[in-house]
């Protein structure tokens, strides 16, 4: 498996109340996203970073940010989480170059009460 | 809504038969990938295959790509047991400063039966 750590594994967590998912890459890759993996949905890009400081929204943005401060950690924040949000979380990293893969972290199954 | 459209959405086959997929997508592509997701896991990287590209093999392995159609196709010869997974297909688009969105299908729930 590619050097990529996602953690908490599992979280349950209350309506309204924070919560922060960690990525971490020992790969020293550019580029790092967040997907939202549910049910008849496939998966959904939430937030990407193409660098330190530089993130950008994807498709499912909305009552979710990001911080990238290091190269190795990318951090997911639902900043009020609600029901809406339980799913599982998919981290993954990318290297240079137009044909270079995802690779994917095992997950974070997040569940909002 | 998603790009790629995986068929069928659940296929079950007995152990050394061939298992097709296919995925059928709505717009240009730069290329187009196959992953795999074992129960519980993140998704695992396949195949990758360029727009210019009509065909490729890796192991048991054979995409094929149809830009004209819109449509991919992934064909594992010989399943084994190991093989049971969900496939997902996903097509490739640019963002900025070299950054890729990668649009995933609903995939394909795969069982070989012993």
């Known amino acids: 498996d590619a050097g990529i750590t996602q953690s908490p594994r599992h979280k349950v967590t209350e309506t309204g109340t924070p919560v922060t998912l960690r990525c971490h890459q020992t790969e020293n890759h550019r580029y790092m996203y967040w997907y939202r993996q549910d049910p008849g949905h496939g998966l959904r890009l939430i937030h990407y970073s193409y660098g330190v400081k530089d993130t950008d929204k994807g498709e499912v943005s909305d009552g979710y940010s990001v911080s990238r401060s290091k190269t190795e950690d990318f951090l997911l924040t639902l900043e009020s989480a609600t029901s809406s949000q339980t799913s599982v979380y998919f981290c993954?990293?990318?290297?240079?170059?137009?044909?270079?893969?995802?690779?994917f972290g095992n997950g974070t199954r997040l569940t909002v009460t | 809504s998603q790009q790629g459209e995986e068929d069928p959405q659940a296929l079950s086959i007995q152990e050394g038969e061939n298992a097709t997929m296919n995925c059928s997508y709505k717009?240009?592509?730069?290329?187009l990938q196959w992953y795999r997701q074992n129960s519980g896991r993140g998704l695992v990287h396949l195949i990758l295959i360029r727009s210019n590209e009509r065909e490729k093999h890796s192991g048991r392995l054979r995409v094929t790509l149809d830009t004209s159609k819109k449509s991919s196709s992934l064909l594992i010869t010989a399943s084994r047991a190991a093989d049971t997974a969900s496939y997902f297909c996903a097509t490739v688009s640019l963002l900025i400063q070299g950054a890729q969105k990668l649009v995933f299908g609903q995939g394909t729930r795969l069982t070989i039966n012993p």
């Open positions: 717009t240009s592509i730069n290329n």
């Open positions: 993954a990293i990318r290297g240079q170059g137009n044909n270079s893969p995802l690779h």
